[in-house]
């Protein structure tokens, strides 16, 4: 059984690395419009590289919506 406890403890030290990096990264791609889906296989499955992709590639935030309601986006409906 002491075979597996290396394993296991670099499992865990992964995991305790990727998810706070993948969470943030796919909050960032929902706020930047893109698919959060793809940016968490990125960051995950490629790590490090997808993170420095993502880092490198990610494009500008949305602006935010004013919040006023504006007739003219709608009078050709």
């Given at each position: 059984?002491?075979?597996?406890?290396?394993?296991?403890?670099?499992?865990?030290?992964?995991?305790?690395?990727?998810?706070?990096?993948?969470?943030?990264?796919?909050?960032?791609?929902?706020?930047?419009?893109?698919s959060p889906?793809?940016?968490?296989?990125?960051?995950?499955?490629?790590?490090p590289w997808?993170?420095?992709?993502?880092?490198?590639?990610?494009?500008?935030?949305?602006?935010?919506?004013?919040?006023?309601?504006?007739?003219?986006?709608?009078?050709?409906?």
């Open positions: 059984m002491e075979a597996a406890s290396p394993v296991i403890f670099f499992l865990i030290a992964m995991m305790a690395i990727l998810y706070p990096i993948a969470t943030w990264a796919t909050r960032d791609a929902t706020r930047r419009g893109k889906i793809l940016v968490f296989i990125a960051i995950v499955f490629f790590f997808g993170l420095i992709a993502w880092l490198v590639f990610r494009p500008d935030p949305i602006d935010p919506p004013d919040g006023k309601f504006d007739l003219t986006d709608h009078r050709t409906q």
